[in-house]
């Protein structure tokens, strides 16, 4: 009787030698148990990353590729001024005039592009591995053009001659107030010291906006290690208010009538006079600040390269600076 444990075909190159079923697990069935056996995570895990762009600016789609932005502006004069100077008699034959002075301001935009390289032996392998290499790739791309499109709104590209919302050359920046523990630093001060900060870039601005209630500023940013303190420390031992809430419903915007919003960005960690850290507040409008997305991040062309044996996928778009129309309404406070 044959041994119901045995193979008689034998194996590659030893003809005739009866391979048992033992003998077949010890040779490969671990190594393929554990393959098939293996619970296949889908999950694909990408790189950590952050970006608030969208958060903190007003941004315009449309324009196509445009190499510049001009923004119109008009200054007014009265002869004689708009205070006396408008004042006149009977029988007076002389009429004071209203004048107008425009100009263009010039913005830059700039142009994104990036290759996505697909081989074609890997395209032919995603059949098997169930994934598309492109996908992972394009989210790459998506991941590229974010981190760009956050150092764009910040702080601009230096190469380039641009800047961003948090160190506009026309922008004078100031030092935050000492609080009574000697120390400049949002850790180091009360409540009511960390609102008199917030208060005064604000009331600055504004005084800068000649009081224009619609300048007055309703965003501050600062570092993400100010921001968690503030949210996360109480008013005093007995409160139970954090100091960022005392903050929102106390702020000077709040009182004319400005929701004043208040949040973190790396961007603001050291970007402050010797690599201080910097508290910016603004008026998040398009009336006073904005970006152009003339042509958002598009699939432009694929094309074979067959000395790389792959296929080459190019997106691009097409981008401006951060358009600062009127400087009043920003101040920068150092030393948080």
Known sequence: ??????????????????????????????????????????????????????????????????????????????????????????????????QANLEDDIYKAHIFNIALRVGWIDAQRENFAGRSLEDLLTDGIRIAYDKHMDANVYVGFARYGTSGLLNNPFVTAQNAATGDSGSTQFEGKTADEILADINSAIVAAWAASAYDRSAIPNHALMPYEQYSYIATQKVSPLAEKTILTFLEENNIARKNGSDLFIGATAYCKGTGAANTDRLVVYRNDRKFLGLDELVPLMRSMTSPNTDAFAYDTIYAANISEVEVFYTQPIAYRDGI
Not at 44 to 66: C, F, H, M
Request: zero cysteines; a positive charge.
């Open 1 to 98: 009787m044959k041994n119901v444990g045995t193979y008689d075909a034998g194996v590659a190159g030893q003809k005739g030698r009866p391979i048992s079923m033992r003998d077949s697990a010890i040779r490969s069935g671990q190594a393929f148990l554990t393959s098939e056996l293996a619970k296949r995570d889908t999950l694909i895990r990408e790189p950590l990353n952050s970006t608030t762009y969208q958060r903190d600016i007003d941004i315009k789609v449309g324009g196509g590729w445009a190499k510049n932005i001009n923004a119109m502006n008009i200054d007014f004069g009265v002869t004689g001024g708009s205070n006396d100077g408008v004042i006149s008699a009977g029988g007076a034959n002389g009429i004071p005039v209203v």
